[in-house]
């Protein structure tokens, strides 16, 4: 029996209403316990129900009273919000443990491993979703501070007001017109709550920022290792609000929220230099706003800090010796393309060079290197900047992408004229690279002089170190790892870890995901006389792949098992490149 049975039968709810709250919550996404409330039924009796159905005892906390500092910190933030538990008081030495799922065995065994650490006991409690989050605003964190300026401007501005934000400006107006709009105001809460947003994301090693309206409710999500976490969830009504302070500092019309706009601004957080790309969407439910964090002020990584094998840095360093030629990186936005073609450039002689790069936007900083933003809306594109470069007498020439058959045949041109170009391109893996140009217009038979190599690569999570759930290579899983390697030349197999155990992701002292960090996964492409006489008769994956294979070239599931071996990837990482890698219990 589940809980809206229970509620059913002790005559809480009719049975007519049974079948809508299961639409609204099944089809609709909507909150039980919000759905239950909308109708009527108090909150003490869904929680006796929901108790009743899960065998737990709950409790009720007491409105305004709060939860002790000391308290708070036996469960970290991060790990409360992540797991859906709080620490809500001790009773006889006993950590009082809130929950608003009881049945989550991941959280079960995550706060298993945090309380084991102060060696204290603890005593599960089922409590309402508006109690977990009054307890989760009393942590000093993002929810601490918005919590202070929702209610500072709940208490000051009005829906007319937020109107007037959204329609004070006008056509291509970008700054408020009006002293009275406070939802804009320097001084407003709504700018305190967009500035709250953005530097948790950044202090919490966010890259990108979802702010997202829904039916109900405005939810903040921040992709944290590739993963996006819901961090608050705020009132509908200060959507616009929140919008349109975005909209103004990063230069946006206020007053169209029918197409798409994109944009970016700056902000100074903690002496860092932070850039934020801004991007809305219209949806449904509202205008949609994300936005990636690019922070100038990272150090730039080396090769091996990417996850670059030895064998492979030597790859790389053999190909940008190279006097001219392309080298092409392939994957998704987000797989860290960027960051590849920067490290690149930091292994370059650029003091006896001429290094020309053309971006969207300039990430980073490298000394020695002639950086260009490029800026489509006045007509200075990749294809424009590259015709201009090439009067600027490069040696080498970065263009951030591949987009369109005229860029493509000016970075093939000049890799033709003497000149060695870095790029990238949106392919599946380094084997599509040369069909992708092919099918942009670009004739085989320029392509087989000029790519001297072609890379794919992915992020995954990193395993803390000393987190992780041992899993010995054995049976299912060593199985799972001969399939996997099936087709490799025995050379290359020599040169693979054989540990007695992987790791799989679980939980550590500082470490409650049991991850942190992100490491790339690879495979490469070399040119060879081989692969320019298939590009030139059958240049389709298959024949390439062959070619590859050949040669020893290891895919990115490949190079991923060989992290994992080498214990830096959890064992779950493997499975989100793709293939059935479930194992048998």
Excluded: W
């Amino acid at each position: 029996m589940d809980t809206l049975s229970l509620l059913e039968e002790k005559g809480l709810i009719d049975k007519s209403a049974v079948a809508s709250i299961r639409e609204e919550v099944d089809v609709q996404g909507k909150n039980l316990e919000q759905a239950l409330l909308s109708r009527g039924v108090s909150q003490s009796d869904i929680l006796s129900a929901l108790g009743n159905y899960y065998q737990v005892p709950t409790k009720i906390l007491d409105k305004g009273s709060a939860i002790p500092e000391a308290i708070l910190k036996y469960i970290p933030e991060e790990s409360a919000r992540h797991y859906g538990f709080v620490p809500i008081g001790i009773e006889d030495d006993i950590l009082e443990i809130g929950t608003i799922d009881p049945d989550n065995l991941e959280a079960t065994e995550a706060l298993n491993f945090i309380t084991a650490r102060t060696n204290i006991p603890y005593k599960i409690f089922l409590i309402s979703n508006e109690d977990f989050e009054s307890v989760l605003n009393m942590y000093k964190g993002l929810s601490g501070e918005v919590g202070k300026a929702l209610t500072e401007l709940q208490s000051t501005i009005s829906e007319d007001d937020i109107s007037a934000a959204v329609s004070s400006g006008g056509e291509g107006e970008t700054t408020p017109s009006s002293e009275n709009n406070k939802a804009i105001k320097e001084d407003a809460p709504v700018t305190k709550i967009v500035a709250s947003i953005l530097r948790h994301a950044v202090d919490g090693r966010a890259s990108d920022i979802h702010i997202e309206p829904t039916r109900e409710e405005l939810r903040v999500r921040f992709r944290v290792d590739g993963v996006l976490h819901t961090s608050l969830r705020l009132p509908k009504n200060v959507e616009r609000a929140v919008s349109a302070r975005i909209k103004v500092l990063a230069s946006l019309k206020l007053d169209e929220r029918r197409k798409p706009q994109d944009g970016r601004f700056s902000a100074t957080i903690d002496n860092r230099r932070i850039d934020f790309r801004v991007s809305t969407f219209p949806t449904y439910h509202g205008e949609k706003v994300v936005m990636r964090i690019l922070d100038r002020s990272s150090t730039l990584l080396t090769l091996q800090d990417i996850g670059l094998t030895a064998g492979n840095i030597e790859k790389v360093r053999e190909a940008i010796r190279r006097p001219y030629g392309i080298i092409i990186i392939s994957g998704p936005t987000g797989s860290g393309k960027s960051t590849t073609l920067y490290t690149m450039l930091q292994e370059l002689e650029r003091t006896e060079l001429n290094v020309v790069s053309l971006e969207d936007p300039v990430e980073y900083d490298v000394e020695g290197v002639s950086q260009s933003q490029v800026r489509p809306e006045i007509g200075y594109t990749f294809a424009a900047g590259l015709r201009s470069i090439l009067r600027q007498d490069p040696d080498i020439i970065m263009v951030g992408e591949i987009r369109d058959k005229e860029t493509a045949q000016l970075a093939i041109q000049a890799a033709l004229t003497g000149h060695l170009v870095l790029s990238t391109l949106h392919t599946n893996n380094a084997i599509g690279v040369v069909p992708r140009l092919i099918d942009m217009g670009i004739d085989p038979y320029l392509i087989a002089p000029t790519l001297v190599l072609s890379m794919a690569q992915r992020l995954v999570r990193k395993r803390c170190e000393g987190a992780g759930k041992p899993m010995p290579v054995e049976g299912a899983v060593q199985s799972f790892i001969n399939k996997e390697f099936q087709g490799v030349p025995e050379e290359v197999m020599k040169t693979i870890p054989q540990p007695k155990e992987v790791f799989g992701i679980a939980p550590s002292d500082g470490c409650p995901n049991g991850t942190r960090g992100r490491v790339g996964v690879f495979e490469f492409l070399p040119t060879s006389k081989e692969l320019e006489r298939v590009i030139l008769e059958n240049p389709v994956e298959e024949e390439i792949f062959k070619i590859a294979r050949a040669q020893g070239m290891l895919t990115m599931k490949e190079d991923a098992i060989i992290k994992m071996l080498e214990g830096t990837i959890p064992f779950e990482e493997v499975t989100t490149l793709g293939g059935d890698v479930a194992l048998e219990s």
